[in-house]
């Protein structure tokens, strides 16, 4: 495998996820003083709902489109792969629009025990029905590595929203619906960029045999998407109802926080990942390299969320409101259980080369049950910081389930003993920054040096393998060469 490609449409695919959360950073500070914590928590209700409606009626048809392209033999097969993805894609967004819009103030009665909120949540389902369809034609920008394309598209969006925010949620005072505008505009201007993207090559036919066929790998996803953001956002649900919508919205705020992980190293990283994954199933070193990758993949995970959990407090006390100074305390937690997530996004590698992905979906499904249980336990009584081990209780069931069925089905190599080592050097250097008593901008230099051992600690433990750190050096060099022909033709 080129580890140097890679690396390469991981870092134009992470400039746009990058950009989008640097900008989701500076929302902070407005965010938080145009809103009060118990409009925080409305949004978050709203957007975690409309989440949950879309897994379910994606029906996993990206990742059918991914699986199915790789597998065709010829142009024509892949064309009908493609043809029949986006017609499905569209067609269900479309009706998902229509028909749920016209139920949006039952539905905002079922969240908020009042219709108040139905135009916001109309708003956010014609939006989803929008992501609904623009799902398939972003999945071929990645499996046409068109990466830069997509960095594009991403970032226009965010920067979209952000002006419109800022209008809207600050100058106008819309708060809420403010927010659901300018989403509703970024979403619409990205499903008219693509559908001019992929207008030339696209034909609007389903070929019904091959539709099945797709669902039949698919939906045994859908459960798993839905046990997914049950383990990321089900707390949710019960914070509401136990404590009310303030202490959602600092809840919310530090799991925005936590999210930054996922977003910078996760997404960006399998954007790359997935669409290369499948076509090394047949090389005899396959094995290897995906071992290789996990260890560099949960490197990336757990240095920046050591990062974050070490000057989460004096983000938190310099970007947000007083009122939600408290949200630093869940963040150290709510890592912990991400990079158990971060974990077994890689194990059930397993379970999808051996196309039983109804062993992944038991794992996740057993993993709800569980964070269920642990919501049920511990929310009532300790609130927030209850979610938040409910968290890593939910995710560490995952990643043990997931590591289990997938080693049954396709055993892979993994080095436990490297990601042991990993973590407990993270904890010690975690330990180490907190010795500095106090919080606030002066600290997060001193702790970002600490932070900023921690490579050099692998390094000197041999946790890094040899071709990993010249393929690294290699991209590197080449930047740094790019870079400076570029200063010398100006």
Not at 142 to 153: D, G, K, N, Q, T
Not at 412 to 432: K, N, S, W
Request: net charge positive; with cysteine.
């Amino acid at each position: 495998m080129d580890f140097r490609r890679l690396l390469k449409h991981t870092l134009i695919y992470g400039s746009g996820v990058w950009a989008g959360k640097l900008i989701g950073f500076v929302m902070i500070p407005i965010y938080t003083r145009a809103l009060r914590p118990s409009d925080y928590g409305v949004l978050e209700l709203i957007s975690r709902t409309t989440d949950v409606i879309s897994l379910v009626l994606g029906m996993g048809i990206a990742s059918a489109l991914l699986r199915f392209y790789a597998d065709g033999k010829s142009d024509k097969e892949r064309a009908r792969v493609v043809n029949t993805a986006i017609a499905f894609a569209g067609g269900t967004g479309i009706a998902a629009a229509l028909v749920l819009g016209a139920c949006s103030s039952a539905i905002s009665g079922l969240m908020f025990s009042s219709a108040g909120y139905g135009l916001c949540v109309r708003l956010a389902l014609i939006a989803m029905g929008l992501e609904l369809s623009i799902a398939a034609p972003m999945a071929m920008l990645r499996i046409h590595e068109r990466s830069v394309l997509y960095a594009a598209v991403v970032v226009g969006r965010v920067l979209v929203a952000l002006t419109l925010n800022i209008y809207l949620v600050v100058f106008l005072r819309m708060g809420v619906m403010g927010v659901m505008i300018s989403n509703l505009i970024g979403v619409s201007l990205v499903f008219a960029v693509l559908i001019g993207a992929v207008g030339k090559s696209w034909r609007p036919r389903i070929d019904l045999r091959l539709l099945r066929a797709m669902l039949a790998y698919s939906l045994p996803l859908v459960p798993c998407s839905f046990a997914m953001f049950v383990l990321n956002f089900g707390d949710r649900y019960f914070l509401r109802a136990y404590w009310g919508l303030q202490v959602l919205g600092v809840y919310s705020l530090g799991y925005k926080l936590c999210m930054v992980m996922p977003g910078v190293v996760m997404e960006p990283i399998g954007l790359a990942w997935s669409a290369v994954v499948f076509t090394l199933a047949d090389r005899e070193d396959s094995g290897r390299i995906y071992a290789r990758y996990f260890n560099a993949f949960m490197f990336c995970v757990v240095f920046l969320g050591l990062w974050l959990s070490a000057i989460s407090r004096d983000l938190v006390k310099v970007m947000a409101d007083r009122s939600y100074w408290d949200a630093y305390r869940i963040v150290p937690v709510v890592m912990l259980g991400l990079t158990a997530w971060a974990a077994s996004s890689v194990f059930e590698l397993g379970t999808l080369l051996a196309k039983r992905t109804y062993y992944r979906t038991l794992g996740h499904l057993v993993s709800a049950v569980v964070v269920t249980a642990a919501y049920v336990l511990l929310i009532p009584r300790y609130g927030a910081i209850g979610a938040s081990w409910a968290t890593v209780v939910g995710f560490g069931a995952m990643a043990m389930a997931t590591y289990v069925f997938s080693q049954r089905l396709h055993p892979i190599p993994y080095d436990l003993r490297r990601a042991t080592m990993l973590l407990a050097v993270a904890g010690g250097l975690y330990g180490a920054c907190h010795l500095l008593p106090g919080a606030g901008l002066a600290l997060v230099a001193p702790r970002t040096l600490i932070v900023l051992s921690c490579p050099l600690i692998l390094y000197l433990l041999g946790y890094f393998e040899q071709d990993d750190i010249t393929a690294v050096k290699g991209v590197v060099k080449s930047a740094l060469h790019r870079a400076a022909g570029a200063v010398g033709r100006a």
